[in-house]
């Protein structure tokens, strides 16, 4: 099973069908990788072939995909989803369809669709040749950053305060990283759903910017993580119901001070590790709590549910709340896809304050 | 809900009408302790109350009791279920029915009994009146020594298997510290149900005999932990199926190590903290393999299946085991009440090797 995570059969199945199909087709500009290392060393623009065309492709005119941290992850050989070498980059993006086959029934061309980005399908491209389950179709009228950056980021978010403990109006979750990419949304998306967010964010220079700005998103309490010994925490702690739900994406100290404030049988999930430090447990939480400890990883959630429809349920619903206001894209910067090594460069940058945007349209 | 666990209501109200018991009945020699602190100097030998006989009473002539890690820890004060005090030592033990009142249904006069050990009823003392739902039936022709630890260990061990993972004969469990009280009636237990163990355990002198012992047992490997990273480790892995269980009475660098073993979506559950270290758990193991980490307290479980059979079901199946000889008692050195210093003395010790029981009918 553990192999099979790893290197999923489709991905090869699917790098193999490229193979085949790319002798046949026509060369579009790529950033493309042959070996994994640094990505600023082993990226470069060239031409790839798209695929070939067949009954059940999609023909896409790509408009913008992201840099997310599991790219880098995945082009230094990191990761755990491996695409076969050479590989275009990029998981995540939103294109334009262009043409369909004769078998593909739920998009058409003129539609709007992102990448299942779990296929390791390369979005950083101009142009791409799918299969029709390879993308989900998108509303028409959002932005290009939302459109670029919604298959990750807001549907993990989602999944996490869907998938654990049946949360209602009124209960608590309490986060570590809020101000990820993923800890972001999850504000949105949780005071959409009138659940109250405690955030804990590393202290930094201008952290008052920070807070007012997660404050605006719908945070009801955003704590430094040095305070959360401290009697304003014990206020808010005294104020709201002991949280159902811990959201880690840090790991270390970090997540061990959740489990302060994580309530009896309450979960704690992890999505991410940026300290590069295991989660560590209280026994005593484990044993007198009875606290669940999980992860959650969006690629496998995708994989696990590709036949079914609750991959497009979700993508509707999470549309519909950026369409509505109600979620925010992140903010991002722009890149021509000729400046791909300037992103890429920005994109390595810790502490980086916007997501890194491939424009792939210009 | 943590405050109640600690201290739960029913310990109270049980002490309470105890204490208006107390006012009318006969003394028993007792070990009682009247402050928490050092087993060592806090206990001492004296006649207290058996409380009042009503129409739910029972009454009970003690037959033996052990000494349990957890009762050290309770007269300590660092346990998380606190008798109010004054309070009698012990939870755990055996005794024989000799009187019952006019409402009880369950037991009669002659009958053997064991304590439902999280009821902090006090198991140290010659005589006990408790109230029917506060003891459970246990067939005749059990030897007292495994009669008087049937409770929690084997108990403990038995819910372990059952009660976390889909466990079929020839499926795989992996624990540390399998030399403990739980760990030695897991393997007994699993041998019984066709489940295989790996086994891990500290290095130390004699570790040969150790090994022998738990195999005779039925353990199906037995590893030292610094043995984890060997070629025999890889051997054993490669023959058996990824184990779906992993059980942790250690913490620190030894559960860390267990997740390597632990299959993908398997369970680790924690029962005990041993090296007073935290649960460390890799993220990776978290996200990539979709663990789950969890914990396990008997107390906790017998209080919350105080209104179902559950537990008179699983004694009854634990003493059965018992008596066809699939478990043994573990080796026990008897001490009279009047020696109780010794055998506090010898429970203390780290590294014993038997436990210490108390014969309380001397």
Request: hydrophobic content about 40%; some cysteine.
């Amino acid at each position: 099973m553990a192999v099979r995570l790893l290197q999923p059969r489709f991905g090869r199945k699917s790098a193999y069908l490229s193979y085949i199909w790319r002798k046949f087709t026509t060369k579009f500009e790529s950033i493309v990788y042959s070996e994994h290392g640094d990505p600023e060393k082993v990226l470069r623009l060239q031409k790839a072939e798209t695929g070939k065309f067949g009954p059940s492709s999609v023909s896409l005119r790509m408009l913008a995909a992201p840099i997310n941290p599991a790219d880098i992850n995945q082009i230094q050989g990191t990761y755990a989803l491996k695409p076969s070498l050479p590989a275009v980059g990029g998981n995540e993006g939103v294109g334009e369809v262009t043409e369909v086959g004769s078998d593909v029934q739920s998009v058409r061309a003129g539609d709007q669709v992102v990448l299942r980005a779990e296929q390791c399908l390369g979005s950083w491209c101009r142009h791409l040749v799918v299969l029709e389950h390879q993308v989900l179709k998108i509303p028409s009228g959002l932005p290009v950053d939302a459109a670029a950056t919604v298959s990750v980021n807001p549907c993990t978010a989602f999944r996490l305060l869907k998938d654990f403990e049946d949360l209602q109006p009124g209960d608590t979750v309490i986060q570590n990283g809020a101000n990820s990419g993923v800890g972001q949304a999850l504000i949105q998306i949780a005071a959409a759903w009138g659940i109250k967010t405690v955030n804990v964010i590393r202290n930094r220079t201008n952290v008052e910017d920070l807070k007012s700005h997660l404050k605006d998103q719908g945070a009801n309490y955003v704590v430094i993580d040095e305070d959360l010994k401290s009697s304003e925490m014990k206020e808010i702690m005294k104020s709201i119901k002991p949280p159902k739900l811990a959201l880690n994406c840090v790991g270390g100290k970090s997540s061990m001070s959740l489990f302060r404030f994580l309530g009896p049988k309450g979960t704690m999930v992890t999505y991410g590790g940026m300290s590069k430090q295991p989660v560590t447990v209280p026994t005593g939480s484990l044993i007198f709590q009875d606290v669940n400890v999980k992860g959650f990883w969006m690629s496998q959630w995708s994989i696990d549910h590709q036949k079914d429809a609750s991959k497009a349920t979700m993508m509707e619903e999470v549309c519909s709340m950026l369409l509505k206001g109600q979620l925010r894209a992140p903010p991002c910067t722009r890149h021509p896809l000729k400046d791909f090594k300037t992103a890429i460069s920005e994109a390595l940058q810790p502490y980086s304050k916007t997501k890194q945007l491939l424009i792939l349209n210009d």
